[in-house]
T-cell receptor
């Protein structure tokens, strides 16, 4: 079974630009969530998608948006990039949403991340 | 607002030692708690997930406990090995949100 893959692995953008990050979920998983991890800190939850709809969002502004496609892959879009957006962006998939008591179906499988540098 | 704290921030032990990592959280109304491992520059690997109705989970040399009422979880690693060196993160899920601690950076010396 394939794991979670993210692309690109590294990218450099300038302030004010827009970026799209992509994530392919693990086979059999219908839920994708995105996280921002600044250097030396724990990940911060951005949002979660379940069956193509946003289903939970952290404390991030609207310029962070996403999509989930019928094959359950996902995109994270960030508009009007700021210097503080420089971080490792992680995608995770699971069989079900986290807050279900699904006997382990909500275990998260993470991708290796996309490292974004904003200059 | 849920806050998750991990102590210590860093830990260095000799190979073979048993050790305990701590995670505390402020809101006990959680659905579950997960422990993850992260190697430098990499994604996270799920180690153990404890549902809110459970007290502990075990996998090999790892044992995680959960005490919801006191807002605490511990990750016990038995007979540590150099390959266990990594950052260990706990994360709690409640009410459509997931909060991570900042992690404990573990170094196991040969």
């Amino acid at each position: 079974e394939t794991g979670v893959t993210q692309s690109p692995t590294h990218l450099i953008k300038t302030r004010g630009q827009q970026v799209t990050l992509r994530c392919s979920s693990q086979s059999g998983h219908n839920t994708v969530s995105w996280y921002q991890q600044a250097l030396g800190q724990g990940p911060q939850f951005i949002f979660q998608y379940y069956r193509e709809e946003e289903n939970g969002r952290g404390n991030f502004p609207p310029r962070f948006s996403g999509l989930q496609f019928p094959n359950y892959s996902s995109e994270l879009n960030v508009n009007a990039l700021e210097l503080d957006d420089s971080a490792l962006y992680l995608c995770a998939s699971s069989k079900e949403v986290w807050w279900g008591d699904s006997s382990g179906a909500n275990v998260l499988t993470f991708g290796a991340g996309s490292r974004l540098t904003v200059l | 607002k849920q806050e998750v704290t991990q102590i210590p921030a860093a830990l260095s032990v000799p190979e073979g030692e048993n050790l305990v990592l701590n995670c505390s959280f402020t809101d006990s109304a959680i659905y579950n708690l997960q422990w993850f491992r992260q190697d430098p520059g990499k994604g996270l690997t799920s180690l153990l997930l404890i549902q809110s109705s459970q007290r502990e989970q075990t996998s090999g040399r790892l044992n995680a406990s959960l005490d919801k009422s006191s807002g605490r979880s511990t990750l016990y690693i038995a007979a540590s090995q150099p390959g266990d060196s990594a950052t260990y993160l706990c994360a709690v899920n409640n009410n459509n949100d997931m909060r991570f601690g900042a992690g404990t950076r573990l170094t196991v010396k040969p």
